[in-house]
T-cell receptor, first 112, second 113 residues
């Protein structure tokens, strides 16, 4: 059974204080690892897809990295507008690969 | 206008009532999905459809049914709502053959009293 665990559950940062969110996963074969951002009262918004260990993707202050067991979302010099819940999801390459398994998310608060 | 539109955005109903949540999309994607989000449980797949004639159960389909009326429309029904179906429901779309990135609507908050 695919599993996705995100940590920490919640993170408070001062504006400009860089940090990382973790997503550890268990799959029989990874077809893709996805990061989403979700604002309160909104649907998740796609950020990145990572396919293989060693891959990195960047967007503004966010950088996602991938190893064989986990992914990190690095946030450099965050701003208050980066406050949101960040979701990680995986797609297994095995049977039922149409489904994404989501983690419970990390709620990030960036304080001015 | 949003690419994936859900109606209603909020609904309060009573136990035993029939409820329909509707989703329409302008992204031109073949694949559509219904997810449920509960605090502390994350997003869980209810049903998905790869085209008008292809509908499949997801992880938590009991108590729900769906209808794919057209490529752009996918509705979710609760035939007899119960309180533990109180949740935030999301419709999503994806391209066929793509990596699987999902594009979500803004959600329908359902409360069953």
């Amino acid at each position: 059974e695919d599993q996705v665990t995100q940590s920490p559950e919640a993170l408070r940062l001062q504006e400009g204080e860089s940090s990382s969110l973790n997503c550890s996963y268990t799959v029989s074969g990874l077809r893709g690892l996805f990061w989403y951002r979700q604002d309160p009262g909104k649907g998740p918004e796609f950020l990145f897809t990572l396919y293989s260990a060693g891959e990195e993707k960047e967007k503004e202050r966010l950088k996602a990295t991938l190893t064989k067991k986990e992914s990190f979302l690095h946030i450099t010099a965050p701003k208050p507008e980066d406050s949101a819940t960040y979701l990680c999801a995986v797609r297994d390459s095995g049977a039922g690969s149409y489904q994404l398994t989501f983690g419970k998310g990390t709620k990030l608060s960036v304080i001015p | 206008d949003a690419d994936v539109t859900q109606t209603p955005r909020n609904r309060i109903t009573k136990t035993g009532k029939r409820i329909m949540l509707e989703c329409s999309q302008t992204k031109g994607h073949d694949r559509m999905y219904w997810y449920r989000q509960d605090p502390g449980l994350g997003l869980r797949l209810i049903y998905y459809s790869f085209d008008v004639k292809d509908i499949n159960k997801g992880e938590i389909s009991d108590g729900y049914s769906v209808s794919r009326q057209a490529q752009a429309k996918f509705s979710l029904s609760l035939e007899s709502a119960i309180p533990n179906q109180t949740a935030l429901y999301f419709c999503a779309t994806s391209e066929a053959g793509g990596a699987g990135e999902l594009f979500f609507g803004e959600g329908s908050r359902l409360t069953v009293l």
